[in-house]
């Protein structure tokens, strides 16, 4: 059967009718992250371009207003007869030099000399040195459409105090800046959307290996469990995940195959007594009898429904151990008097099976549920039993061990159980013996029951075998300090 592709809407709807929007890609998400930070860095460094060739103009300014102040403070100096002469001299203190403006005042604040068309010093704030160089000693002004930058000092001659003030036209570079910015983000939004495109194709590119991936998982199905996805064909970035998704393949193989046996044991179990039951029906039904045999008819099947109803609520309550809804109610229990109460209750079966009970060990307090404590010894007890040729006894034996622990063995002598069976005797229904013949009532879940109450309770159970002995050991906890 081929798999079932099933599209997955943007917008899924909840149980209780709210939208719930699908995540966003991993591509969008990282090609956004990458965008945001192309247009962050990028923003950066134009205003950085930018601040640096405003801040280089204004130095070349500068430069300019000081040559220009040098030149007028140098006509100032020199000796003339009349204002007309130093006028003239003024006239030709800079020449050659486009958009350059300057004009000199008396003290009285009469105009001398301006080659401007307004009054440049209106708008200084600040007298300073033309050795200076920051925000006050240079200023811009405005006029009409046209921004000028200017600067204002005073000089000194002959005990007279002029006060000069020179300025050059910014339309060049105002121009200049204008077009560069224009340029200069054009060329940042060109980069960008070309890093970013560059960015979401080395992504999908990148995401390749993930969808192979996911093709290769669609192949994955019942009848194609032993596919495995091999870690040296994919990134060393998903080896992880595949060794992790390997593991859980494995696993769930393994479960499956458990569940599967799982389904034919139980299947064989309900067979044995409901074909009995319908067997036996069929026979007392074949002709009449008188009444004491049909009450022999209906006690056996009443021996069969209550052997099925015990099945079914030994697998019910292995059921919810394993999904944790049977919750342990720990207290310390002593250990001679659970062992003896529970040799009482066996008197009578190894009586009939002419067994004897032997107990060793020193007197410890468990820390257990008392009737789940009672039921795992009880079922150890009672397969020892059925395993124990007669004439021989069953050994229960207590032992303290580090680190806050008892162990409980029942030992019991019988057959060797073969080591490729003791991994599995603890799983539902597990018999060693394949013609799963029955040794007595049992149904196959008391080990597995065992099993389960020691892990419930924080412990945990293993078995050994030899030609001699069988051991079951359970490990749980106590509230005892070790010596």
Known sequence: MSPVKQSTPNNMTAPDGLKLHQPMSLTTRVVVFVALTIIACLSVVGTLINSSISHHFLQQDSVELKVIIHSVESSLSQKHQTNKQLVKSLSKAVAGHHGVFYQVKTPQNQLLYSNAEFDISDESVETASVFEFTAPTIVQLQHGDATYRAMLSEFENDGVRYRITAAIDMSFHMHFLTQFKQSLWVIMLGSSLLVILAAWFAIYQGLNPLRGLSQKMQKIQTNNKNVRLDVTQVPIELVNMVESFNLMLDRLQEEFIR?????????????????????????????????????????????EVERLTKMVSDMLWLAKTQNGLIKPEPESLKSYAEIDALFDYFDAFAEEAQITFIKRGPEVTILCDKLQFRQLLSNLISNAIRHTPKGQQITVEVEKLNYGQVAISVINPGEKIAAEYLPFLFDRFYRPDKSRQRHSEGVGLGLAIAKAIAETNGGNINVTSTEQLTCFKVVLNTDELNP
């Not at 599967?260 to 074909?275: M, Q, V, Y």
């Open 259 to 303: 569940l599967s046996n799982f389904s034919s044991d139980i299947a064989h179990e309900l067979r044995t007594p409901l074909t009995n039951m319908v067997t036996q029906t069929q026979v007392g039904l074949s002709q009449s009898r008188d009444l004491e045999q049909y009450r022999e008819l209906l006690f056996s099947n009443l021996e």
